[in-house]
């Protein structure tokens, strides 16, 4: 197999009294994997996020990047790389500033912003609506209102248009449906997974919807008390039921 | 007639803090108590400079530069020192006072016979207190064009972002610390730029002209918000502008019932207050239902 993009070597993380969060953890990450991530509560998944995207230090360990040790990197310098869709749609995305407005500062990512006029166009607006119109959720018709007056889903689908504006080396789905109703939930979900395959884009997606776990990705790692206990992918992955995955959840 | 263009006059002019003050205040949605002190370093730097024959036009520029220090200091103090904002700025409001008399001198300076950005041929023919309409209106015009061009590109948007949704600003890869310090020296610095125009108009400057100052601007914040309502960001600039020409006029006003200049600060305070609460009290005191009442002939 070729070498990991992302490569986690002997993690650890810790919290107050050295109670460990992650607990050596071992992790490679290649290109195009969708990896679906499942695990109690505490079990670290969110922890593993914070690690990646560079928000949470190590006590030790390396977390490394084509082979280049990044473990030191601040959380900023690491968004050229990684993009993050967050749970709570309140996250994701700038309120009082528009959809159009959100996407255009998206599309620096990893890029200098300077004194440049922003470049808010009209052939920009029609471009964003061919973006958004994939979304199917009316976003296209919204381009001009500020995002704190979306709903939920819309402003889920905008956080998630953002992320992937910028082809990111790794795209970190932090419970992005979670918030949402079960209709639009799956909706997103298809989206998600629309992009995710067309794009070839390499994302981990934490949930808690086993069938959801099971149905999308060629990947899927269950995480207990800060270690991977499962790790499978293709016909492996295939062959797996929730049964079979809640007697991980008990290990 | 003339007290009402003085009062325009003094709305123009002091609109440059209420501008500089929605930086920091709505943009990035914190109170900077700096600006109470890099108003009088403003004016300080700028008077001296005048007094020992320094062109009034450069003295202005270099009390803009004074003032993004100050800015810059109370930027590091809360993104790098973790201090909390409010008490960041009180920390170098505080310090800026000694400054202020090391750079004076004493605890005023005239600027009697000496020559200022108000003593051009030109504004000397206008009648009185045109002047300080001709020259507030160039200024706020110039630095309201130059904010909504600086707002309208990436690093504008970036600063607008980074007020509007912090961790967002940061997931997307802005430099989050970076725009809070930028904000916080852009806008003291157009504060004491300010301080150094008034001063200039007032014909002198005091080591207390900065007390009551962020009352001041944020009163011209609030009432044109409370004026206009829903706005675009360009036009609520302009909304600023127009509610500090607006508590100019409620401060004649309150003048003429009788109150003193001693009262100013109470008045100014109260001023604020009212138009912070005005939103409440409407819905309160039901006046939309009582005006509409009384247009409408049968319930």
Known sequence: MTSPVFSLQDIVVTVGDNVRILDQLNFDIYAGDFITVLGTNGAGKSTLFNTIAGNLPVASGTLSHNGRNITNTTAVSRTNTIARVFQDPKMGTAPRMTVAENLLLAEKRGQKRTLRPRGLSKDKLAEYAQLTKVMGNNLDTRLQTATGDLSGGQRQALSFLMATRVKPELLLLDEHTAALDPKTSEQLMHATNDQVTRNHLTALMITHNLADALKYGNRLIILNAGKIVLDVRDEEKAALDEAKILTYFMA | ?299
């Open chain 2, 1 to 299: 007639m003339s007290i009402i263009v003085s009062s325009i006059g003094q709305g123009l002019l002091w609109a440059v803090l209420g501008v500089a003050l929605f930086l920091t205040f709505r943009i990035l949605d914190f109170p900077d108590m700096t600006v109470e002190g890099s108003f009088p370093l403003g004016a300080a730097t700028a008077v001296t400079m005048i007094a020992h024959g320094v062109n009034p036009y450069l003295a202005t520029l270099a009390a803009f530069v004074v003032g993004t220090l100050a800015g810059l200091t109370t930027g590091l103090l809360y993104t790098k020192g973790r201090i909390p904002i409010l008490l960041a700025g009180i920390l170098v409001m505080t310090a800026s006072l000694s400054i202020n008399l090391r750079i004076m001198g004493s605890a005023n300076i005239s600027l009697l016979n000496q020559k200022s950005i108000f003593s051009s041929a030109f504004l000397q023919h206008l009648p009185k207190y045109f002047d300080s309409v001709v020259v507030g209106f160039i200024i706020i015009t110039m630095i309201t064009l130059g904010l909504v061009f600086f707002l309208q590109t990436e690093l504008g948007q970036a600063f607008i972002a980074t007020g509007d949704n912090p961790t967002m600003a940061q997931s997307i890869g802005i430099k989050t610390d970076r725009m809070t310090i930028m904000g916080l020296m852009l806008s003291n610095g157009l504060i004491a730029f300010g301080g150094a125009v008034i001063a200039q108009n007032n014909g002198y400057a005091d080591i207390n002209m900065g007390i009551g100052i962020i009352v001041i601007a944020l009163a011209s914040i609030i009432i044109g918000e409370v004026a206009f309502g829903d706005l675009s960001l360009n036009e609520r600039l302009v909304a600023v502008i127009v509610g500090s020409i607006l508590y100019r006029l409620v401060l004649l006003a309150v003048l003429q019932l009788g109150f003193s200049t001693n009262d100013l600060n109470l008045i100014s305070a109260v001023v604020l207050a009212v138009a912070m609460m005005l939103p409440r009290l409407r819905h309160a005191l039901k006046l939309d239902h009582v005006i509409k009442k009384g247009v409408i002939t049968h319930d």
